[in-house]
C-alpha cells in the first residue's frame, strides 16, 4: 500500500484534534475526513485507507499518489496557527535552504514558459483554482493549496531586456504545516494544473 507509514501515523491520532488542526471536517460511519486540495474535496477513509476526490456530482476519482502524500503528511503534521501574512520564498523557510535545488527545485522554469509571453492567462488559468488576483510583478496570483497554506506565484512578462521571471511564493508558516518534501509536492501540483488549465485555455 502506497504511504503505509503515513497511514500508520494518521490513526493513532485522535480524529477530532487532527480534523481542527488540518481545518477540516471529520465524520463517523464510516470514519472520514473531507478536505480540500486545490479547490477539489476529497475523503480520506480511516478504515479502507483510501482516498479518494469528488469532482463533480458523484464522481469519485482515486487520488494520485502526490495528492494522497499531500493529504495525509498534512494532516499529520498541520498546526492550529494564523497565517503570518509575511511572503517569504521557499529558500527561506526553515530547512529551506537546503532542500530546495537541484531536483528538489520550485518549478519556476514551468511556470516561466507557460505564462511568461501572456502573464494575462495566468489569471484566466487560476479561476478553478479559486484563486484571487494580486499586484505584484505583470500578472499574480494567490490561492490556497490546502486550509492552511496559501501559495502566491508571480509573472513577470518576457521582453527584448529580460527573460521571463516567475516566483513561487509562501506565507511564513508554511513549513510548519507540511514537511518540505510534501510541500514540493503540492507545489507541482499546483503548477501542474494551471499549466494544464492555459493549455485548454490557448
Same mark, same amino acid.
Given at each position: 500500500m502506497a504511504h503505509e507509514g503515513l497511514w500508520e501515523q494518521?490513526?493513532?491520532l485522535d480524529d477530532a484534534t487532527t480534523a481542527q488542526r488540518a481545518k477540516c471536517q471529520y465524520l463517523e460511519?464510516?470514519?472520514? #475526513?473531507?478536505?480540500?486540495?486545490?479547490?477539489?474535496? #476529497?475523503?480520506?477513509?480511516? &478504515?479502507?485507507?483510501?482516498?479518494? *476526490?469528488?469532482? *463533480?456530482? *458523484?464522481?469519485?476519482?482515486?487520488?494520485?499518489?502526490?495528492?494522497?502524500?499531500?493529504? &495525509?503528511? #498534512?494532516?499529520?503534521n498541520a498546526q492550529h496557527l494564523p497565517l503570518a501574512n509575511k511572503l517569504v520564498v521557499g529558500n527561506t523557510l526553515p530547512g529551506g535552504q537546503f532542500f530546495f535545488r537541484g531536483q528538489h527545485g520550485l518549478p519556476t522554469q514551468k511556470l516561466e514558459k507557460a505564462f511568461g509571453d501572456c502573464p494575462e492567462v495566468l489569471h484566466k488559468a487560476s479561476t478553478r483554482l479559486n484563486a484571487e488576483s494580486c499586484e505584484f510583478g505583470d500578472a499574480s496570483i494567490r490561492l490556497h493549496i490546502m486550509p492552511r497554506i496559501p501559495l502566491t506565484i508571480v509573472i513577470w512578462r518576457r521582453c527584448e531586456e529580460f527573460d521571463a521571471r516567475a516566483s513561487i511564493l509562501f506565507d511564513q508558516t508554511a513549513a510548519s504545516q507540511l514537511p518540505l518534501d510534501a510541500l514540493l509536492a503540492a507545489v507541482n501540483l499546483t503548477v501542474e494544473a494551471l499549466v494544464k488549465a492555459a493549455t485548454e485555455i490557448s
Open positions: 494518521l490513526n493513532k460511519n464510516p470514519a472520514r #475526513y473531507t478536505i480540500t486540495l486545490l479547490n477539489t474535496e #476529497y475523503v480520506v477513509n480511516l &478504515l479502507d485507507r483510501n482516498i479518494f *476526490s469528488i469532482r *463533480s456530482g *458523484s464522481q469519485q476519482d482515486e487520488a494520485k499518489f502526490l495528492e494522497q502524500l499531500c493529504i &495525509l503528511a #498534512y494532516l499529520i
